[in-house]
């Protein structure tokens, strides 16, 4: 296994070899969301909003909740799409924590598993794509040296 590691990284160049590396230091970023957003669904309990909810007009919702325990929550409510005149509805089933809320509890999940499933999907195609400029620029300086040496 330690072979074609080694035959990738000392085929690439320089910057390549960074582009490699930021890349795959990138892709932990979904796995950061994804792990919050598995925390949440497992510490969130249901939720109900207290008294009425401001929307922004293309923005998120605000809002106050009371979660199961009794409780208090406040924050970003994300899920609800309100016009100016539904504002005024109180008691809207949430699912939440201390400051953040969720219309539907699937929606972490659905999001965690897009997430977990984004990171090794996209380590396979930087590592895939490395491999294909690694091997390019090794035949590459194979070519160059054979045609730059004197024909005997």
Same mark, same amino acid.
């Given at each position: 296994m330690r072979a074609w590691i080694v035959e990738?990284?000392?085929g690439l160049r320089p910057w390549q070899r960074a582009a490699l590396v930021v890349s795959l230091c990138a892709l932990a970023?979904?796995?950061w969301f994804a792990v919050g957003n598995t925390?949440?669904?497992?510490?969130g309990q &249901? @939720?109900?909003t207290e008294g009425f909810v401001d929307c922004a007009y293309d923005g998120p919702c605000r809002g106050a909740w009371t979660l199961a325990d009794g409780s208090r929550g406040r924050g970003g409510i994300d899920g609800l799409d309100f016009y100016a005149e539904q504002e005024l509805v109180e008691d809207i089933p949430l699912?939440?924590?201390r400051d953040w809320a969720v219309t539907d509890s699937g929606t972490l999940l659905r999001h965690a598993v897009a997430q977990y499933a984004v990171a &090794? @999907?996209?380590a396979a195609l930087v590592v895939w794509i490395a491999r294909r400029r690694s091997k390019y620029n090794r035949e590459t300086s194979e070519l160059i040296r054979r045609y730059r040496s004197p024909t005997p």
């Open positions: 990738l990284v000392v970023l979904p796995l925390d949440r669904y497992r510490h &249901p @939720a109900v699912f939440g924590g &090794p @999907a996209g």
